[in-house]
């Protein structure tokens, strides 16, 4: 596989084809932990994530609406 990828080939085009369409995935995958850290996330999600551990009733039992509008 390595020697039949050359950037000059069809092979290569199509590779570089595929990561550049994967590019904007791969942003958004590489900092996913901030978005479940409560400290780095937005305030809106915070009562969203302590659902989910049951610790909603501390903010005083939010509806789902409320949450996240």
Do not use: C
């Not at 595929?18 to 479940?36: N, R, S, W, Y």
Request: glycine share 6%; net charge negative; aromatic share 10%.
């Amino acid at each position: 596989m390595q020697r039949t990828v050359q950037p000059e080939n069809l092979m290569g085009a199509l590779l570089q084809v595929m990561e550049d369409l994967h590019a904007p995935t791969d942003a958004i995958l590489g900092k996913i932990d901030a978005v479940f850290d409560p400290y780095r996330t937005a305030d809106r999600f915070v009562p969203f994530l302590a659902s989910w551990v049951d610790f909603d009733y501390v903010l005083g039992g939010l509806s789902d609406e409320e949450v996240l509008s």
